[in-house]
């Protein structure tokens, strides 16, 4: 491929430069391609030879693997490995908890979270109902600082519009309120402009660091420095000893390194009170996100981690859905996935149905019974209320069949028919073999009402709530479902659970997850038989996917294209980089199209590779990877002349210092195999060009080593602060190409 032509595939985005260094991604690029193909792979007599299995079973069954991991599953044994992690409670994991103990809030019970960090719809209802703030006095400087802030700038905002009115008809055309503004438009008065200030948390995506929105302004009622070198007891409590008004004002006129000092020498509770002085929605999405980061990288139960993985993925929840949705989520994951990713698919399938989480997410929280006793009471009490809004949502609250139709099409049932260009795929097609109308989903709903949530903003968990139940006899799938309450919604669930369908949508998708994008039909037979006769045990089905010669055949060696999610958690893994704080790397996946918890529809992500191969994409891949290994990615730290050092040590190649003795020994480390020629040409014609790196750190967005102030003040994940050692950039050069390479794309 000539440099023009090369350049002129990366449009308006990537120098010709960068374009040189990607020119083995572009010759590549159909080898990465092929795992798309809509041809099954067909399983070959040959298996993955022995000294291979173990990096394959790594690359499918891990988020990939660190140095020394290939050696350690050899000595084991493949099998043996992999029956240790089916069963993780057998795994030691207290490294990972002593990072994960930076986040105290993540170990909340639901109802202790959300009293202790009020979402800003609580704050709003003790505003409008003057309520008294808590007793305790750590919640009650948390709320009282996230009220006082509402009220500052919300007299700020009314202020601003009191001038504005004042000038009417003045330069700017502004109007008084209530008249016409300049543009012929109704200007909006300035009593329905109040209330409109916003809370802490409001509008806020929870990945953004708190502190993006600092606003320094002088502190002029107390030396802030004074607090800030106070003993860490101390000075916390002189914090929240502060009333509301000085504590809003401390806030604000900390600068990032004054913030980041005032957390130093915090215990990790006390961190989390003072990061969640900027507003709660941000301190809980931050910890979510970020421990999640972190559990792929460090956990040793990885295999739990990536079924974990797949399971909220398969039963996607959007964090952006409302701003109750970050706080129901870390007890979605922790008490309803994690437990039960390794388990029985219904028993799974019952908890997520009764997760606060998938209930909002999917809005069947609000669904009534349209001749239910609430319905009834509904059209009664609409007549009465004197607010338009409430009126409106009395009448029209009803039936939603949300989450009844995706429980059928992507949770069980499925699509159980190919889909091609001439026959899309309707939700009515019998002909896919999925043998359910919309009559079935309509009465799917019904037996789902009244499975809704006690106080959303405040306790967050489960209840039945017979009085929206639908009464009478439903029919699902041919079955009469007799009226039984909760009861029905249990029947349901088991009659989906159990459905050879469901069986079979499922193995096909963790076979598309772990084997191939087209697995052989033969091997999602198997597994789904296997499905069946175990009553749908999760580990049974994987056992029969790994004792598959498909599993083990060459052809579907290296042929997964990674998630970015993959992506980054296996870069950072086979690097061996050191991680004080993951929002950086969250942060990435969100750059690279993949943000945790993200995909706003309930499909969830794809596993194949279609949607993540195109340019665009592998050019943010391969700036990630050169930040990375360059250390300008912020919290996060390499040590290449380690890892060449016990390269060289376990005897993976030959002793020397020279850069092609070097390379080597970075392929074996990185990627644990070599890679083609012309890969390794372009490191060696590369890695020396420092405008490489400058070129992706610029492209990618992340600054040079500087953590954000929410991290500065949430947490230092890492157990203990390391020196930094001198980097090798001759490594780093070398080492970030190569993770940015097609054979490090693939697993």
Known sequence: MRSGQRAGVFVGGVRVLLSGVLCVLMVEQPMVAAAATKRAVEPSVKQIESDQRALHALNRFTFGPRPGDVAAVREIGVKAWFERQLNPQSIDDSALEVRLAAFPAMQMEQTELMQRYPSPAVLRQMIAKNEPLPSDPVEHAIYADQIAFYKTAKAKKEAEQAAAAKNSGGEDGVPAAGGMASDGSMAKSAEEMKGTAALPGDGVDPATPAMATHEEQFYSGLDAVRVINLPPDERMQRILAMPPEELVRFRKSLSNSEMAAAADGLSPMQRETLASLQG?????????????????????????????????????????????????????????????????????????????????????????????????????????????????????????????????????????????????????????????????????????????????????????????????????????????????GLEVLHLLATSPATARFVSRKLAVRFVSDTPPPALVDRMAKAFVVSGGDIKTVLRTMFDSPEFWSPEVRRAKVKTPEEFVASAVRASGAEVTTAIPLYQALEKLGMPLYGMQTPNGYSWMAEPWVNSGDLVNRLNFAVSLSNDRVGGVQTDWARMLGEASAQGLVATGDSAAEKEKKLEVALLGQAVSDRTRETVLAQFQDQTTQQQAEKSFGIRANEQEPMAQVLNISSPKQKVRPPLDREAAGMAGLLLGSPEFQRR
């Open 280 to 488: 709660s929605p941000r301190i809980i999405g931050a910890e979510l996100l970020e421990s999640r980061m972190l559990r792929d990288i460090y956990s040793e139960r990885q295999l739990e981690a990536v079924m974990t993985d797949f399971w909220l993925n398969h039963f996607n929840v959007y964090i952006k859905k409302n701003q109750n949705e970050p706080f129901l989520l870390p007890a979605y994951e922790r008490d309803v996935i994690r437990p039960r990713a390794l388990g029985k698919f219904e028993d799974l399938l019952v908890a997520t149905a009764k997760s606060p989480a998938m209930l909002m997410y999917l809005d069947n929280w609000q669904s009534i019974g349209p001749d239910s006793l609430a319905a009834r009471n509904g059209g009664k009490l609409a007549k009465f209320a004197q607010n338009p809004q409430v009126k409106q949502a009395l009448k029209d609250r009803g039936l939603n069949e949300n989450y009844a139709r995706e429980l059928m099409e992507l949770h069980t049932l499925g699509v159980q028919c190919e889909v091609s260009a001439d026959r899309p795929v309707s939700m009515l097609d019998k002909a896919c073999g999925r043998g359910y109308t919309q009559q079935d989903v309509t009465e799917v709903a019904e037996v789902l009402t009244g499975w809704t949530i006690d106080q959303p903003a405040r306790s967050g968990t489960y209840r039945f709530e017979e009085r929206r139940h639908e009464p009478g006899t439903k029919t699902v799938l041919g079955k009469k479902i007799g009226e039984k309450g909760e009861a029905e």
